[in-house]
């Protein structure tokens, strides 16, 4: 059941009706948490015992780290919690992967390499970073655990960020569901708005979009070089507002329900810096990176190798992360270079770079690494990035509707650094709100594709 689909309308409509139908906290949250597991059940009701496992751990496994006096005591405890939580994640996404990888090396000395017949459960890589960091908090004592199990499970099962995020902390909506939120119509109206403004980018841009980048990546060889680059500025345009998307429809959900979650994206590719690319793009992960892995693996405390070190292993765990693929581990090692010797530079000279040549130089290589990211192997990967180094000849192929979409894009996150942008936050108290809402509703109904394609980042 994905967001842009019938079904869940359907039981979002009936979802809103019966929680804003009682002020009883506990039934409140108790016909959540029964909507958040129907709603991962549709997917596939198998792996609700995995997410019913992840919770119990983590929400037992806290009070006892809180109830330990001696720190070796509790720093076992949280190896409990990390062992189960990673050790499900491995089995399920990494274990074909490392055997599959080290798989001639085994046949050399005689042994065979047998991998899993095993099916990825979606929204796992989320739900497992989010009850660690619960167990993580708890353990730095920045947060005291919950003793309603009944919240706890509704905090790592909520059905809005469930699969694909964002990464919300347990400090951010553990509070917020100790209370009965208060009905506001004006909070209401602006989640509708938010959910339809993630709609049209899914439907609308990513969808369209996907439809070249699928036929590019496929078979590159075919094409001209300058159809390749076309085709890599179409799925930066595709990821982005895919998953873009997906967060504004997340965000949306919630707030029409009540709730808050924080914010995702910040227009990325307006980025002067990798730094500060990574302050604009998945930005719940990015901080759940720093948070949880770089600061645990001593941050930039160290010498200047060990903080290089530390930023390396963070952006190549932080690319596996996202699949059990090379590509995806080059893909984080690509960023990992980029933001030490963007560290390097700025330790070791004080010349005043330009900020078209910084947005320049940052977005060259953020987009080479969008096709690493997205080529199904490291030899469509290779033949991807020849293609657009040499240009060589081949099948022109230019969609008006994929050019209109990229400079659609360009314009809006231009538009945000002109004085247009208070006027693009679509506030609820303004006049032009209704209109542009009516127009994107229509847009939707009039011009969405016909059948769905999920979205991307429910593959990690």
Known sequence: MQFSQLEFL???????????????????????????YYFYAYWDYRFCGLLLLSTLVDFFVAKKIDAAEERSTRLRWLWVSVSVNLGVLGTFKYFNFFIDSIAPLLESVGWGAQTLNVILPVGISFYTFQTLSYTIDVYRQKLKPTEKLLNFALYVAFFPQLVAGPIVRARELLPQLASVPRWSYRRCYGGFQL???GAVKKLLLADRLGEMVDVVFADPQYYAGTTVWVAAFAYAGQIYYDFSGYTDMAIGVAKILGYRFPKNFRHPYLAISFADFWHRWHMTLSRWLRDYLYISLGGSRGSTWMTYRNLMLTMVLGGLWHGAAWTFVLWGAVHGVALC?????????????????????????????????RSPDMATCQLMLSQMLFLPPGIPWYPPLVIGVLTCMAAEHLAWRTKLRPAMRLRADTWYSPP?????????????????????YFQF
């Open 341 to 373: 010797m963007e560290r390097a530079l700025l330790a070791r000279t004080s010349l005043a770079i330009p900020i078209f040549f910084r947005w320049l130089m940052t977005m060259t290589v953020v987009l080479f690494a969008w096709v690493v990211f």
């Open 10 to 36: 359907i039981f979002f409509a009936i979802v809103f009706v019966a929680v804003w139908s009682t002020k009883q906290l506990a039934i409140r949250n108790g016909l959540l948490l029964v909507a958040s």
């Open 436 to 456: 542009i809402t009516v127009v994107l509703l229509w847009s939707l109904v009039i011009y969405s594709p016909v059948g769905f394609k999920p979205f991307v």
């Open 195 to 197: 959910f339809l403004i």
